[in-house]
């Protein structure tokens, strides 16, 4: 007897667990299928591969799978014959095999350069330094091909070349390289000494002497050389040009004039005119020279700039008259013209930076450098193509305005912006389970739980009320959860776990006087104590005793006449819904009893 109750309760509690589970958790068919699988190769070499089933459709990946090369640029993924590309849809029905595409990126480039340098005897002629540089593909050799380097002795005036370093100039030359040119100064340069009277003409012409002297030598007669031709009559001699004279190249002369010893005098002047590109840019003021009142109607022409330097941006070209003559007539002028010098130049930049929602991504920013002439604008002509503004530059941003169109002039010093903001529609989906536990048992799972983020926000949710009341489960209470504190927030693919236990056997209620005392003895016994007990509620509700055949609960009622009657129920919706009900009630308090009858029982056996 012991043994059949036993397999009779072992039954019953796995048809209401099954029940319970069909309930509670929907039914999936799993079949087999074959595996497809896609290679990623990047120069033979396996960087990725990815498994779905076959006839399954998978999502070619993005170039963050492989290693950036340099001086290359990334174009896309390809079987052999057909090109794919980050984000293309590939139907499998067998294992594919792909391989990363490259191009040369003439982008990428790297700027090389190498120095001439000048030297006068020994010294640095830092104005000649000339740097030359090239741009080339940034995989190409550091080393650059030397242009044509100007050694000849016409180069300095007064200096002839006289070797180099390295010897003889190379045809080729490694990045940051340096050649030096040096010149030294000639030593067989003649200078004459020419002696007048009365005035500079070939009519007042007396004699000479020659002299050799070295370049930039400053020579200043001494007054045995002043005398040495002096007339009777005349005073001491006077050296007529620069004092002290400065040999030059060539055309070195020293004039001596004797000149008539008379008070009276005349003044005479001529002016220098300086032109820009044969613009007039300045008038020096009158020059001025008084001389004996019988003399020729001519001023001696002083030392008149005609440096390279004068001007910025400009270069000494020639003069009216040409060459600058020693004399001048009176209220002559001379004309200096000077010509724009396109190797006097200076660089000019502007900045291009890059924000994304304001905060600037200074390892991206870099400044573009323009060589101008020295006297032009300070802006400069921005090359579109210059910029980089592609709108997936930044994953989870775009571009604040697509496309980015630069300015079409920059200033020097400008600051050009390339404005990313955040791109909602780029986004990534999370996920989080609530199991529920019976004991040590799985007995209900929620989810997965499913929300879509930002594709930069954390990989957490947000978990909303957890159920962990006591009457969820009848005969179970709430016991504990793992994290034993349910967080306000999980991590993407996290499990919260909430465990029950068996709720104990209430005792029974104590009597109350007021209500039969229903004996627990067995199912048959029951059901005369249940019967009344309704019929006293059903007597109780006048609406339900006018609906329902009362005396079926009394028992019966002799009429006047002393026979048994049993009035005929009254029909309609009403009374069949409260008939069914008193049914129902009756049903469930005779199994409740049998159950109470039989738990000593089966806890003993």
């Known amino acids: 007897m012991k043994v059949k109750t036993k397999r009779l309760l072992a039954a019953l509690l796995t048809m209401a667990m099954m029940i319970g589970l069909f309930a509670a958790t929907p039914l999936t068919v799993s079949a087999w299928t074959a595996s497809a699988w896609v290679y990623y190769y990047d120069q033979s070499v396996l960087v990725h591969e990815e498994e779905t089933y076959l006839g399954g459709t998978i999502v070619v990946e993005n170039p963050n799978i492989v290693t950036a090369r340099a001086g290359y640029l990334f174009l896309g993924w390809s079987d052999g014959s057909i090109m794919y590309y980050p984000g293309d849809m590939i139907r499998l029905e067998e ?7 490259w191009a040369m990126d003439d982008y990428q480039t790297k700027t090389l350069s190498y120095t001439v340098e000048y030297y006068l005897d020994g010294v640095l002629d830092t104005a000649e330094t000339l740097c030359i540089g090239e741009t080339v593909w940034i995989n190409d050799p550091d080393t650059l091909t030397v242009q044509p380097v100007d050694i000849s002795d016409y180069k300095y005036m007064g200096y002839r070349f006289d070797c180099t370093d390295p010897a003889p ?36 012409y007396l004699g000479e002497t020659t002299n050799i002297g070295m370049f930039g030598d400053c020579v200043i007669l001494t007054e045995w050389q002043l005398d040495l031709m002096r007339p009777a009559g005349y005073t001491s001699g006077v050296q007529q040009d620069p004092v002290p004279y400065v040999i030059d190249i060539s055309g070195n002369v020293i004039r001596v004039l004797y000149v008539k010893d008379y008070s009276q005098t005349k003044t005479l002047s001529c002016i220098v005119e300086y032109y820009l590109d044969g613009i007039l840019h300045e008038t020096l003021p009158p020059i001025y020279e ?12 002083q030392p008149i700039d005609t440096s390279d330097y004068r001007y910025m941006g400009y270069r000494f070209d020639c003069t009216n008259p040409d060459p600058i003559p020693t004399a001048i007539e009176d209220g002559g ?13 200076r660089d000019l930049a502007y900045t291009v930076r890059y924000t994304c929602d304001g905060v600037e991504v200074t390892s991206d920013a870099y400044t573009v450098t323009k060589q101008v002439w020295i006297n032009d604008p300070v802006n400069v002509t921005v090359p579109v193509d210059a910029i980089s503004a592609q709108n997936d530059r930044y994953l989870g941003y775009k571009l604040e305005t697509n496309p980015f169109v630069p300015p079409a002039e920059a200033r020097d010093g400008d600051v050009i912006t390339v404005a990313y903001v955040k791109d909602a529609s780029q986004t990534k989906t999370l996920s989080c389970t609530i199991e529920y536990y019976k004991g040590e048992a799985l007995y209900e799972t929620l989810g997965p739980i499913y929300k879509t983020v930002w594709i930069n926000a954390p990989d957490t949710l947000t978990v909303q009320e957890i159920d962990t009341s006591d009457n969820r489960y009848a005969g179970y209470k709430f016991s ?25 056997t209430p005792p029974p209620p104590e009597k109350d006087s007021k209500l039969p005392i229903i004996p627990i003895i067995s199912t048959v016994s029951v059901v005369p104590i249940i019967v009344p007990l309704l019929g006293q509620l059903v007597s109780s509700l006048p609406s339900l005793s006018d609906l329902l055949p009362i005396n079926i609960f009394r028992g019966n009622e002799s009429t006047a006449s002393g026979s048994s009657h049993v009035p005929p129920p009254k029909t309609g919706d009403s009374a069949d819904i409260a008939i069914l009900a008193l049914m129902v009630l009756a049903a469930a308090a005779i199994m409740g009893t049998a159950i109470i009858r039989r738990k000593p029982e089966l806890e003993a056996e």
């Open 480 to 504: 504990a959860s793992n994290p034993s504190s349910i967080p306000g927030t999980v991590d993407d693919g996290g499990v919260i776990k909430v465990y029950y236990v068996n709720e104990p």
């Open 95 to 101: 294992n594919l095999t792909l391989y990363a595409m």
């Open 290 to 301: 008084t001389v004996w009142v019988n003399d020729l109607d001519m001023l001696n022409v």
């Open 169 to 204: 100039v190379p045809a080729t030359i490694a990045d940051g390289g340096v050649i030096k040119v040096y010149y030294v100064k000639r030593t067989d340069l003649e200078y004459t000494i020419e002696y007048y009277k009365d005035g500079l003409t070939s009519a007042d």
């Open 333 to 345: 002028v001379i004309r200096v013209y000077y010509i724009k010098d396109d190797e006097q130049t």
